[in-house]
């Protein structure tokens, strides 16, 4: 069966520090895997989304960068946080039409 | 510009009566729509899709229906139970080299019981 990965499950960050997050799938290759934020009082945003190793799209223009070093592994990054960026970091894969999220980061920055 | 939209941010419910959540979408280019229910600080599962080709699908106590004419789509719950309290999303997929998501901003239910 296919398991997705997300840490750290939470993290509490200076304004102006750096962010990596990591997500990484089990038991699938190839996958196309995605990056999420879900904001206060909002849906989930689009952030990045990946159809290979090395290939990124970015939905929205932001703070933030995505890399995909290794096939099943999807990296969200930036260089400074700002207080904006706090919110739950959602990583998924698509099974066909069907997306599966993994269990999220809650990232605040202070 | 949402393209996605729940219009109603929470809903409350007796146990046991029907919960509708209703999703109103803009792009009729999108051919799949889900809905996925969240539990604070967890990420969302996957309860039940339905094909742009279909006007209804029914999983147990779950049923999903789409309108394309008026672009919306409803999740009926029934009967409701205390456990199914959680926010609710919907999402509409178009493919565009990968299927992309757009979600709506949640439906929180709140069912009494």
């Known amino acids: 069966s296919q398991t997705i990965h997300q840490w750290p499950a939470t993290l509490v960050q200076p304004v102006g520090s750096p962010l990596s997050l990591e997500c990484t799938v089990e038991?699938?290759?190839?996958?196309?895997l995605y990056w999420y934020r879900q904001a206060a009082g909002r849906g989930l945003q689009l952030l990045f989304y990946?159809?290979?190793?090395?290939?990124i799209s970015s939905e929205v223009p932001q703070n933030l960068s995505a890399s995909r070093p290794q096939d099943r592994q999807f990296i969200l990054s930036s260089k400074k946080l700002l207080l904006s960026d706090s919110g739950f970091y959602l990583c998924?894969?698509?099974?066909?039409?069907?997306?599966?999220f993994g269990p999220g980061t809650r990232l605040t920055v202070l | 510009d949402q393209q996605v939209k729940q219009n109603s941010p929470s809903l409350s419910v007796q146990e046991g009566r029907i919960s509708i959540l209703n999703c109103d979408y803009t792009n009729s280019m999108f051919d799949y729509f889900l809905w996925y229910k969240k539990y604070p600080a967890e990420g969302p599962t996957f309860l039940i899709s339905?094909?742009?080709?279909?006007d209804k699908n029914e999983d147990g106590r779950f049923t999903v229906f789409l309108n394309k004419s008026a672009k919306h789509l409803s999740l009926h719950i029934v009967p409701s139970q205390p456990g199914d309290s959680a926010v609710y999303f919907c999402?509409?997929?178009?493919?565009?080299?990968?299927?992309?998501?757009?979600f709506g901003t949640g439906t929180r239910l709140k069912v009494l019981a």
């Open positions: 038991g699938t290759s190839n996958p196309n």
């Open positions: 339905i094909s742009s080709i279909k």
């Open positions: 999402a509409a997929s178009v493919y565009s080299g990968t299927y992309k998501y757009i």
């Open positions: 998924a894969w698509t099974r066909g039409d069907e997306q599966f």
């Open positions: 990946s159809i290979g190793i090395g290939q």
